[in-house]
């Protein structure tokens, strides 16, 4: 590098060939010392690097600049703290186009017989400029004729196979992120990744290292952000607080890392697509696609299966009766529980459609998280649950959880308080019993939902709730009744979502009063007299709002009012005979999203974006989406 440095600015000599890197250094010094020069450090790997070289470049503030490349966002950081690096982003369809026919037809224009394959060509790359750039090479020296362009059309991703060297990230990747990258490979093309469900699924697996004063879910999570660090891995959907709610790979790295998962015999792929990935592939781990074969049929049943993960709805599990190794099941479609359930005693991830959940589930002790989703009509659990301490997260929708007073008799130790458990949703008239709170006192994420039923406060014992000290998120679905004078949500309580009933200034009151709500979501409720009355003294640190589809016709509320709001979303609030001009001079407001909403929400809210770049303060940013009102003509604030 130093050799290379000197020769770009011609004092190169040939005598500094034979110079240590110590003096080589010193001349390098001395040639740059009082001038003006761009120096470009391409791929660079780590912080130790950036070191060793940073004290050879004299800044005499003349204007010099250093450009530093590299994947990896700590490096990048390391290297400047003091403002945030540039992230290259994806190519948009014209810039892709661009690129392409500049590789393919240098400046000749394309052939208009050739065009319309070939932006279907180049809309298969994704908007990777490397991919374009390896596809536009290939064609440039190809025969231009439509039958070869169509068949590259169809077969993208085999013309544009990247080399390992051309994959850095991957090889500089230590072994146990490895495994983490190449278990992406196992979901379906441009499939919408849940973050969560992700975490679940490696530490399921026991492909993340337990660590001391860590959980395992915490663990994992560092995992990933690690991987997207290294920008190998794209963010899909962030939620509120920027953390990662889903995310995908692009095809090109989906390839790579089916590639690798083959070599070293990770996981079996069931697609005629791939049949190539198939032969000497390991039916550990097997990922069913459409248009699976009757050869994979039969590896469906083998008793070597430990992970099955079925993404086509098409496709039944086959008898399980022999899969005691069975460690992982996700099926997208309906699963009819067999008889021997009670022998996957391995299994420890569960995900899939039912209609009802057997008793003898129970004898799952190593189970962990419960994912159910209904066929049909609610699911009722049985008092077995209550048996399973190690279950970490119960995911299931409109269940019916049993009272656990009514399991055995007094001192029976196989009722267990399930101190693992972190997420309990979405349960159906949940009675709040002293016994319930006992058995779960570490639940973070609780959802409930009251339905066909008349509620007494006394019977379903809901201030109780505020003895669930670490609950962090709470959904409550249809309690259609004011709780100002019956109810106190816990004081750590971080999200609350609210849906389907009617809402009193009062109830408002105890929701703003919490001292650590971040996100207020009301779907499809009803305020008193239709109108909502803020303060200065609520929601203090409310960063997100969320109404949907309101009964809110005033809504008053003060420049001083919600003072850390970030974000504040409307969806289908057409009622509104006015809207809170002000709530545009809060100055944490970054953005204002619309859908569906009146026209009046939406002039008023543009009138309050032009106010704010009339103060020179245009951080805020409106969304309008399916609006009512779109023109606002030229000459609009």
């Known amino acids: 590098m130093l050799l290379s440095l000197l020769n770009s600015m011609g004092k190169l000599t040939r005598e500094m060939h034979e110079m240590t890197s110590e003096l080589l250094e010193e001349r390098l010094y001395e040639c740059l010392k009082c001038r003006r020069y761009l120096i470009v450090l391409d791929d660079v790997w780590d912080t130790k690097f950036w070191d060793d070289v940073k004290r050879l470049f004299q800044n005499d503030k003349s204007g010099s600049r250093i450009m530093m490349i590299t994947r990896l966002e700590n490096v990048a950081g390391y290297a400047n703290s003091c403002t945030p690096p540039h992230r290259m982003r994806f190519l948009s369809d014209s810039e892709s186009w661009i690129l392409f026919c500049e590789k393919v037809f240098g400046n000749i224009c394309c052939p208009p017989n050739l065009e319309e394959i070939g932006k279907k060509i180049v809309q298969h790359c994704q908007g990777l400029p490397l991919a374009i750039v390896l596809i536009g090479g290939l064609l440039s020296k190809a025969t231009r004729t ?3 362009w169509n ?12 080399t390992d060297e051309q994959y850095e990230s991957y090889k500089h990747l230590p072994s146990h992120l490895k495994w983490c990258f190449l278990y992406m490979g196992i979901f379906p093309e441009d499939y919408n990744i849940h973050v ?17 004063s860590k959980s395992l879910d915490d663990v994992a999570e560092e995992y990933f952000l690690d991987l997207v660090e290294r920008n190998l891995i794209l963010i899909h959907e962030k939620q509120f607080n920027g953390k990662i709610k889903t995310c995908r790979i692009h095809d090109l790295v989906r390839d790579l890392c089916m590639r690798e998962a083959q070599k070293e015999k990770f996981y079996h792929v069931t697609n005629r697509s791939l049949c190539g990935i198939q032969q000497g592939s390991s039916t550990h781990r097997v990922s069913i696609r459409r248009n699976t ?17 079925n993404f086509d709805w098409e496709v039944p599990i086959p008898k399980m009766s022999n899969m005691r190794l069975l460690r992982v099941l996700h099926q997208q479609g309906t699963l009819e529980f067999p008889n021997e359930v009670a022998e996957w005693v391995k299994l420890r991830y569960l995900d899939c459609m ?6 003898s589930i129970s004898k799952l002790q190593n189970l962990q998280p419960i994912i159910l989703r209904r066929d049909m009509g609610p699911l009722y659990l049985s008092l077995d649950i209550w048996k399973m301490p190690q279950l970490r997260h119960v995911l299931l929708e409109y269940v019916i959880l049993p009272d656990p007073s009514s399991v055995g008799t007094e001192g029976d130790n196989s009722v267990f308080v399930l101190e693992n458990l972190q997420t309990l949703s979405l349960v159906m008239n949940f009675r709040c019993l002293e016994e319930v709170i ?7 994420k609780l959802g409930i939902h009251y339905k066909d039923v008349e509620v007494v406060w006394e019977y379903y014992c809901l201030n109780n709730l505020v003895h669930l000290r670490n609950l962090e998120s709470l959904k409550w679905i249809d309690f259609g009744f004011s709780f100002s004078r019956n109810l106190s949500f816990p004081t750590l309580l971080k999200k609350l979502t609210l849906g389907e009933g009617s809402l009193s200034l009062e109830d408002m009151s105890i929701v703003g009063s919490l001292p650590n709500l971040q996100v207020l979501k009301l779907r499809r409720t009803a305020f008193f007299r239709r109108e909502w009355i803020t303060n200065a003294r609520e929601f203090l640190q409310l960063k997100y709002l969320l109404l949907v589809n309101i009964s809110l016709v005033r809504w008053r509320v003060d420049d001083t009012h919600f003072p850390n709001l970030e974000r504040l979303v409307l969806k289908d609030c057409n009622k509104f005979g006015e809207f809170p001009f002000e709530i545009g001079e809060i100055p944490t407001l970054r953005s204002i999203e619309l859908y569906g909403c009146s026209g009046l929400v939406v002039i008023l809210a543009k009138h309050m974006q032009g106010e704010r770049r009339i103060l020179r303060n245009d951080g805020l940013q409106i969304h309008i989406v399916n609006s009512r009102y779109w023109d606002f003509g030229a000459n609009s604030p």
């Open 354 to 359: 039912s209609i009802h959940i057997p008793s």
């Open 146 to 148: 439509e039958h070869y």
């Open 438 to 444: 006992k058995r779960i006192p570490n639940i973070k």
């Open 293 to 309: 074969n009757s050869h994979d049929h039969k590896l469906l049943s083998s008793p070597q299966v430990q992970s099955l993960l």
């Open 151 to 162: 068949y590259v059309a169809e077969n993208v991703s085999s013309e544009t196979t990247l």
């Open 196 to 212: 969560s469900k992700l975490v679940k699924l490696w530490v399921a697996e026991k492909i993340v290292k337990p660590v001391r």
